[in-house]
């Protein structure tokens, strides 16, 4: 009965489809650039309420009949709206609110449906293990990937996250593998025929992915890793390694490997896949899969540090603390 | 019926499975044991990022202006749903109720602040009367 607004930006002048929400499009209308590869550049949000480990109330069950997805759907915004200005709530415990408050709805953008691949829609973006889980390794990577995010101690900026620091998005925005958070899921993609480049509006990351090339040698190390990437058909394949040692997704270490795929299944779509590889993180490698749609541009600037007054704040309470407790 | 049961079965949070965590933890920013309550008018909106940031003059009892400043979310998403920062205007009184900073310096997070006709300002996840909300 509903339908799904696609939106796309064509060479400059801007479309508008409506199509139904069931079988995946007919690839036909895919752009090309001159040299003949698929045009993947444009303005794409990766917005979506599939979780990237399936709940536990889920188990065992891949996709969701659009009736199902709906009614969770549904739930999920109800929930939202339920906990909105209130001090406590699933969502502020998970972001670290801890009685404080925090955001308020208004300034969540994270989606409102779930992701749907080849027309269905689907309750995890992990496809492989099939239980939609991070293979973990040990209670040692949980506790890395734990520390990743809250950080250990407050002495000095250098002790924060990577994100609370203005240097890489939070939740692997930027990836790779790129992940859908909280709000700012947007991307640009520009192309020509030697590089590819991926704006994240995160945090103003930029991926720039050289084609044809040979890696970085390996004493090179960046925060968003260096990628390398090649046509394989219609489907850009790009390949990151040369991690730091503090990038840390999900625990992970300097000798994360990951592998995505990047396939325009239609004028509104790219069909992206990730596999994630980190034998001293990961008990196997997995793979995640969702679609990035098309959504009206720009991405607006994100100038992080010139407003990072939580960090000052943040390391400030820490002294004041300290100080306190000397007294 | 089918509906029914599958609604039993997936009863658990979907928001707790949700990708969560944000630029930084708010409980190593502000005092829980620290809320405050603001009477004042806004003096200048900060539409910056991480965190916007929306200014209030306080005046005391004594007639002192002390001047707070208050935390808000990524500003790119109000942007999107068409607020900017004259969507309200300086002079514009307010109530604010949230946290104050650990280091006790004048800002706080806002975890609700209310205009003069009674609307909460930034909250209402399903209509905001945004034009973002009117869209869909």
């Not at chain 1, 480049?197 to 084609?211: G, N, P, S, T, Y």
């Not at chain 2, 607020?83 to 004048?106: H, I, N, R």
């Amino acid at each position: 009965m509903f339908y799904r607004l696609i939106q796309f930006v064509s060479l400059g002048a801007l479309s508008v489809l409506l199509v139904a929400p069931t079988p995946a499009q007919n690839s036909s209308v895919v752009p090309r650039t001159p040299d003949g590869h698929p045009d993947l550049q444009g303005t794409w949000t990766n917005a979506t309420i599939t979780p990237l480990e399936r709940p536990a109330a889920l188990a065992g069950k891949t996709t969701l009949t659009d009736a199902e997805a709906h009614e969770l759907e549904t739930k999920s915004a109800n929930e939202l709206a339920e906990y909105d200005g209130k001090s406590e709530g699933p969502l502020l415990t998970a972001t670290g609110s801890a009685g404080t408050g925090g955001y308020n709805a208004l300034f969540l953008d994270r989606g409102s449906e779930f992701a749907r691949v080849d027309g269905v829609k689907r309750t995890s973006l992990i496809i492989d293990p099939p239980d939609g889980k991070v293979p973990r390794l040990s209670a040692e990577t949980d506790r890395r990937l734990i520390a990743s995010y809250t950080g250990g101690s407050f002495n000095s900026v250098k002790d924060r996250p990577l994100s609370e620091r203005c240097i890489i998005g939070f939740g692997s925005t930027s990836g790779p593998p790129m992940l859908p958070v909280l709000y700012n899921n947007n991307y640009q993609i520009v192309q020509t025929p030697d590089h590819v480049l991926i704006l994240v509006e995160m945090v103003h990351d930029a991926r720039i992915v050289r084609l044809n090339a040979k890696h970085a040698p390996p004493d090179v190390r960046q925060w968003l890793g260096d990628s390398v990437g090649h046509w394989e058909g219609d489907t850009l394949v790009v390949d990151t390694t040369n991690f730091t040692d503090k990038t840390r997704f999900r625990g992970s270490t300097e000798n994360l490997h990951v592998v995505e795929r990047f396939t325009r299944t239609d004028a509104g779509t790219i069909l992206y896949r990730a596999t994630i590889e980190d034998p001293a993180a990961f008990a196997r490698p997995w793979t995640i899969e969702y679609p990035f749609l098309a959504t009206p541009g720009p991405i607006y600037e994100y100038a992080c540090h010139e407003g990072n007054y939580a960090l000052t704040d943040i390391l400030g309470g820490a002294r004041k603390k300290e100080a306190e407790e000397r007294r | 019926m089918k509906t029914k049961s599958f609604a039993v079965m997936a009863c658990a949070s979907l928001i707790l499975a949700a990708p969560a965590w944000a630029h930084h933890a708010f409980a190593a920013e502000f005092d829980a044991k620290r809320p405050v309550h603001l009477v004042g008018v806004v003096s200048k909106v900060e539409l910056i990022n991480p965190h916007a940031w929306i200014h209030v003059d306080v005046t005391g009892p004594d007639g002192k202006v002390t001047s707070w400043m208050v935390e808000a979310g990524s500003p790119n998403v109000l942007l999107r749903r068409g607020f900017t920062k004259t969507t309200v205007a300086p002079g514009t009184p307010v109530v604010v109720d949230g946290y104050q900073s650990k280091d006790g310096s004048l800002r706080a997070n806002g975890k609700d602040i209310t205009l003069p006709d009674g609307k909460k300002l930034f909250l209402g996840s399903s209509g905001t009367g945004a034009p973002y909300d009117q869209k869909k």
